[in-house]
């Protein structure tokens, strides 16, 4: 009992002593030095005259790689540009200064050009729990030309950098144009010292993951990225290949470049040419038979209504293929004959494309190849009713949800099964 009240009397000086000692070896206390950080941060963010690029990288594993967002701050309040919105379109919402394990700035109200890739239903990611992105953060470090954060919940680094003195709208125009083109490769490839790698890039509902999986005679190692403003590719943690390290990449000549390594990013093409022959034509079924030039490929192939080509291009029909495609029991080698499944009376077109295939992912790697079209055999005969319906009708709503104005367009019934149903198409 006697050592438990010594304790206790000798604890306060103790404590006295640290909290002193603390005090003088930084000669401010920890709330004086948390308050000093946050106004330093607030007169870095605020005198930035044209705001900053945050590179906001959301989900703890960077798995979705990284998004440019433009912000501008002004006393409590912050201006946003993000890929959720686009070139011309902003959203003000309110931020503010605390301190968790150090100061953090947070964004406090929603902001839809923000907040989309932390709130849990997004659209893209997993229902709950959306991007996973943070709206709280560490402030690591201010300067004048340089904020450094970290993100509270994902401990990932976020930078900002000024922006120059350009307006928004052209200069996130020239960026989305930019991305848009850099990111439309159907497949990826990595050369470096002679020898070329396969990369899976993964699609996350809908959503083009910045991030990239290389695959060597060692194993996969992944780096996550994220588009630069000055046209290019930049990685979260350098990415390491055969142990040569690639930090940035510039977008030149339709491929991504390192000057340092001579490494290149490039699309997977192809050289695979197709040729059908058409045969045992009936009306709910046809035998078509397929043959590629290169036979230790794989591809896919499927006959597709004519019509369907009225309103969709040669890409959206390859990638339409691509999303039933669900067995790699669907794909073939070498010549191949199939019976498919056709609707009567339809004019159809075989179409087949080369597939590669990388950690499970698969990529076409060649363009839509279309051989010449047939139709299928003669159903029940339409009546008069059934075939009053076909053909191309000018609808008009009564209102709209967006305009709350009417709105009119053409849509097109044709023939599916004779009697009994119609294919829509233009709605």
Same mark, same amino acid.
């Not at 669900?326 to 499944?341: F, H, P």
């Given at each position: /009992? ?19 000692? $603390? ?36 989900? #703890?594993?960077?798995? &979705?790689?990284?998004? %440019?967002?433009? /912000? ?11 890929? #959720?919105?686009?070139?011309?379109? @902003? ?22 050009? =923000? ?96 991030? =990239? ?9 992944? %780096?996550? =990225? ?9 990685? &979260? ?53 397929? @043959? ?19 309103? #969709?291009? $040669? ?6 293929? /691509?999303?039933?495609? @669900?067995? /790699? ?13 056709? $609707? ?43 075939? %009053? ?20 367009? $053409? ?17």
């Amino acid at each position: /009992m006697k050592k438990l009240i010594i304790l206790l009397a000798v604890l306060p000086l103790v404590l006295s002593s640290c909290l002193k000692d $603390d005090k003088d070896a930084f000669g401010k206390t920890a709330s004086e030095r948390i308050r000093e950080v946050q106004e330093g941060t607030e007169k870095a963010l605020t005198g930035a005259a044209n705001g900053w690029l945050m590179e906001y990288y959301p989900s #703890a594993t960077q798995e &979705y790689g990284g998004i %440019a967002i433009y /912000m501008k701050f002004q006393n409590g309040t912050v201006t946003v540009t993000s890929e #959720a919105g686009g070139a011309g379109k @902003t959203a003000e919402s309110l931020y503010s200064y605390d301190q968790d394990y150090g100061p953090t700035i947070n964004f406090d109200t929603y902001n839809p050009y =923000f907040h989309i890739y932390s709130e849990p239903n997004s659209g893209v990611g997993p229902t709950n729990t959306g991007m996973g992105g943070d709206s709280e953060f560490i402030i690591m470090s201010y300067a004048a030309d340089k904020v450094v954060l970290r993100g509270k919940k994902t401990q990932n680094t976020i930078v900002l950098t000024p922006l120059p003195e350009t307006a928004w709208n052209t200069m996130f125009g020239k960026y989305s144009a930019d991305v848009n083109k850099m990111d439309n490769f159907r497949s990826y490839e990595l050369v470096l010292n002679g020898k070329t790698y396969d990369i899976a890039r993964e699609v996350a509902d809908n959503y083009n993951s910045r991030y =990239f999986s290389v695959v060597t005679e060692s194993g996969v190692t992944s %780096a996550s =990225f994220i588009y630069t403003q000055d046209t290019g590719l930049k990685f &979260y943690e350098p990415l390491v290949v055969d142990g040569v390290s690639i930090e940035e990449m510039t977008w030149s000549g339709g491929m991504f470049t390192d000057e340092v390594s001579g490494a290149r990013i490039q699309e997977t093409v192809s050289n695979n040419k197709f040729t059908f022959a058409v045969s045992g034509i009936k009306a709910t079924s046809v035998d078509v038979e397929t @043959t590629p030039t290169v036979a230790n490929e794989y591809y896919y192939f499927d006959v597709v209504p004519s019509s369907a080509f009225a309103s #969709a291009s $040669d890409e959206e029909i390859l990638y339409e293929l /691509m999303d039933g495609i @669900t067995s /790699m029991n669907q794909l073939s080698l070498g010549k191949m004959m199939k019976t498919l499944t056709v $609707d009567s009376d339809t004019e159809y077109i075989p179409c087949a494309f080369g597939l590669k295939i990388v950690n499970g992912w698969i990529y076409p790697i060649t363009e839509l190849a279309k051989g010449p079209a047939f139709v299928s055999g003669q159903g029940d005969p339409m009546s008069p009713e059934y075939q %009053a319906w076909l053909g191309t009708w000018t609808v008009t709503s009564t209102s709209s949800e967006k305009s709350k104005q009417p709105i009119t367009f $053409d849509i097109t019934l044709a023939k599916k099964v004779a009697n009994t149903s119609y294919s829509l198409t233009g709605w």
